[in-house]
């Protein structure tokens, strides 16, 4: 099913070096509004700077790919050490599939990380990736991602999710 993530996650910090070598994992495709940053807010969470560096000293490949425009994604990106796919178009596959050919690691060992299913567990799921959902760092207060939450409250049961919860 396309909307169904691999995984349910807390957050992208849960996702450590066990979880990593348990689903033989080399490279991470990560979302950033509330899955890296809060949305709109060029400043990662507290603990990501640390977490990605624990990552890249494991050697696990990471590439942002979001749907914003490169002015905005620019700036945090390369804060981070990261590069990036601006305009991703999720929950279509390009920017996706770009990442995973520009890390150069197979799908089967490549993950998505998001935190909405209409883009990121879709884009995932239909490029053939393994996905984690992950809870977003903040509820955003935007009409439209409140209401794009409760839909997939409602349909997916996302409160009550039966996934691997960690």
Do not use: C, Y
Request: proline residues 5%.
């Amino acid at each position: 099913m396309i909307f169904k993530p691999t995984f349910h996650l807390k957050n992208v910090l849960s996702v450590d070096e066990d979880f990593l070598k348990k689903n033989g994992v080399d490279a991470l495709i990560l979302d950033m509004d509330n899955t890296l940053a809060l949305h709109g807010n060029p400043a990662p969470v507290d603990g990501i700077p640390e977490w990605l560096n624990k990552m890249k000293t494991l050697g696990i490949k990471m590439r942002v790919v979001s749907n914003n425009t490169k002015k905005r994604v620019a700036p945090l990106a390369e804060k981070l050490g990261l590069a990036f796919t601006a305009n991703g178009a999720k929950p279509l596959t390009f920017g996706v599939n770009r990442a995973v050919k520009a890390m150069n690691v197979p799908k089967s060992r490549t993950l998505v990380v998001g935190d909405q299913i209409f883009t990121d567990i879709i884009a995932g799921n239909l490029a053939g990736i393994r996905t984690v959902l992950v809870e977003p760092f903040h509820m955003e207060t935007m009409w439209l991602f409140r209401w794009k939450r409760k839909l997939e409250n409602f349909l997916f049961g996302r409160e009550q999710n039966d996934l691997e919860m960690k």
